[in-house]
Structure formats: structure tokens, C-alpha cells
């Protein structure tokens, strides 16, 4: 063809940016040729492979792995691959048949699909609740109120807190003494009554439903976190990828 389409050293092999672009094309256009011939031949079951899935800990851990046995279930000749991430990183060079993010895509040649909007629940413990006054108005927690916050990767700084009614926003200068990097060591902070966390109603409502949490500031709660699946652009998509696509907005209806 008359392109480099790997850059090769002494340590690793990599694609090019034509490479990249080849694979792209490609990849989605052998799959469709194996799934026309299962069909052709009258296979049951056309779904099948192995899909690798790029998420992040708050997905992956809440939302995607407690119930992806229900996939699996329903594809028995799928396997699935979860690999959680900070980053999204490079879908194509690291092999990833899609990926799920919180937070507002950016520009690339990747298909993004939103899936929802969920709302941003301020919780706290009844134990700390128990030792701290209820707060009224947001800034009420920027004085003798401990907030966990949580990192983002991007930056390297703390997410900012903002607390949305209506059309009116109000942000706060949240502080405390405990930053953490992922989901899973905020809900567990919180819910060991270190603090106030801001949560994705996505994964807390059954802890606030189980009264193991409790939602401080019910009526600033109008603010709203997207969450995003993406893929390659391609006018074929795989059966195994379109089948847990389909699964993807069952889970967040």
C-alpha cells in the first residue's frame, strides 16, 4: 500500500498514525465477514468473541460488574474483558473494543454515544450527621463541615463543588483533610462517616434507599454528570459489540 503501518524498535512495536487509521477501517470489516458467514451456515448464535471493555472505577465498579454476568448469561459464546482506568488512553492501539467515561467527551475520530445524565447527590452517614449540624444552604459546609474530595486525573486538582437549583448555581469552596483518587474510597469514606461527598445518583441511590447514607441539600440537587460509550466510527459495527451496546442502555434506563 505503500504506508509505514508500525513503528518498531528494539522494545515495542506500535501503530502508525496511517496504521491507526487502517485498523480502524479494517478491524470492523473481518468481523462483519464472520458474522455474515454464521449467519450464512444458520448459527444459532451469531453474537460471540471476546469483547474488551475500557471503563472507569465508577462505572466498571457500581454499574457494569455486579450485573455483567447478565450478559454473559444471555451470550454465552462472549467473553468479556473489563479492563477500569483512570484514562480512556488509546482505544485502538490498546486493542479496546469500546469504552465508558463520565464526563463530557473530546474531540477525536471516536463514535461517543451518550447514555444518560445523572444527577450529583451531596451524602453524608447518620454517624456524621450525628456529630455535625444539618447544613441549610450550600455554604454552610465551607465552615465546621468536612468534605471528601476526590481527584481528578485530568488535572491532577481536586473536582471543584458546585450546588445547582433551578436556574440558579452556586459553588462553594469545598476542603477537608481526606483526597482520594477513585469511587470506591469516596463511598467507603463516606459511608465510615469521614465526611460529606459529593456521589452519581447512578450508583447511590440504593445506598441511600438502604438508609446507609443520606442526602444533605435534597433541593441543590439539579446538577448533572453525563456518561458517554464510545467506539469506532465504522459503518459496520459487530454483533457482539452492537448485543452489549444494547445491554449498556438497559443497565442505565
Known sequence: MGIRIFNRTARAISLTDEG??????????????????????GAREVVSGRLKINVDGTFGHFVLTPRIHEFTERYPKVAVDIVVRDKMGDLVGD????????????NSSLKARLLLRTRVLTCASADYLARHEMPGHPRDLEIGHSCILIRDPTTGRPYGWEFVQGKEA??????????????????????????IAQLLELYARDMLASHRLVQILPEWADETFPLYVYHHASAHVPAKLRAFLQFVEELTR
Open 20 to 41: 491507526r487509521l487502517f485498523y480502524e477501517a479494517v478491524a470492523p470489516l473481518l468481523v462483519g465477514i464472520q458474522d455474515a458467514a454464521a449467519s450464512a451456515v
Open 95 to 106: 486493542g479496546f473494543d469500546a469504552a465508558i467515561r463520565f464526563g463530557f467527551p473530546e
Open 170 to 195: 452556586v459553588e462553594i469552596n469545598a476542603s477537608g483533610r481526606i483526597t482520594v483518587n477513585d469511587t470506591g474510597s469516596l463511598v467507603a469514606a463516606c459511608l465510615g462517616g469521614s465526611g
